[in-house]
């Protein structure tokens, strides 16, 4: 098995954010072992690869912003993600948990029911059903519902330009918002990958983002709606 490494589409990506607008960041956590069949795996923990890649991807970040917020999901390898991003980064902010970004999370209502969903379907299949159905799935929200929780965790900072807040959460979570702001062109090829994302911020009237290389808009007014 390969070394995990950083997603080079970050990398490159970094440079495609404006330094001089409030940036934010929704991220998978780092490289975790594989989780347990029979159950939701929310304490299985970072390896120690993914830590250390959360560290050096932290180092990359601190080259080019301040910190704004760090938010992540209640699972311990989001939270152990964010940690060790701010000590590679050098940032002190004082990394706090939101509910929206998982365990249940904004497309999760009941962990139970959905859990199950997830077992039938697989994590491709759920995504794949999140954005071809407006009904939600057992123990879900629609997900209509879902990426506006999302994008109101994404937007609603204080940030000044120049600072970048960073939201650790679930793979899941990130291909069903970036399947809906890319619409007809997305295509789910490749679950994100560990510490891969989607940037956003404010571009005048519009929701700007980038994506696996790729840059992209919506209206602020659906944004926000």
């Known amino acids: 098995m390969s070394e995990p490494r950083?997603?080079?589409a970050m990398l490159r990506g970094l440079e495609l954010v404006p330094r001089d607008v409030p940036a934010a960041l929704l991220l998978r956590h780092s490289h975790r072992p594989d989780l347990p069949i029979d159950a939701p795996g929310d304490e299985v923990d970072l390896t120690p690869e993914g830590v250390r890649m959360a560290e050096e991807f932290g180092a990359a970040l601190s080259s080019r912003w301040r910190p704004g917020r760090l938010l992540s999901s209640p699972v311990l390898r989001c939270r152990n993600t964010v940690i060790a991003l701010a000590r590679g980064a050098g940032w002190s902010v004082p990394a706090l948990e939101d509910p929206r970004l998982g365990a249940p999370g904004a497309f999760v209502v009941d962990g139970d029911a959905a859990f199950q969903v997830f077992r039938e379907l697989g994590t491709r299949g759920v995504v794949i059903r999140q954005l071809s159905?407006?009904?939600p799935a057992r123990g879900m929200r629609s997900t209509a519902e879902g990426v506006r929780l999302l994008v109101e965790a994404l937007t609603e900072s204080a940030a000044s330009p120049g600072d970048l807040d960073v939201?650790?959460?679930?793979?899941?979570l990130i291909a069903v918002l970036v399947g809906t702001l890319l619409g007809s062109t997305f295509e789910y090829e490749e679950r994100p990958a560990y510490l891969e994302g989607v940037f956003t911020w404010r571009e005048g009237d519009r929701l700007a983002f980038v994506w696996r290389g790729r840059r992209g808009a919506m209206p602020w007014s659906w944004a926000s709606r």
């Not at 939201?167 to 899941?172: I, N, Q, R």
């Open 133 to 135: 159905r407006p009904d």
């Open 167 to 172: 939201l650790v959460t679930h793979d899941a």
């Open 6 to 8: 950083i997603p080079e």
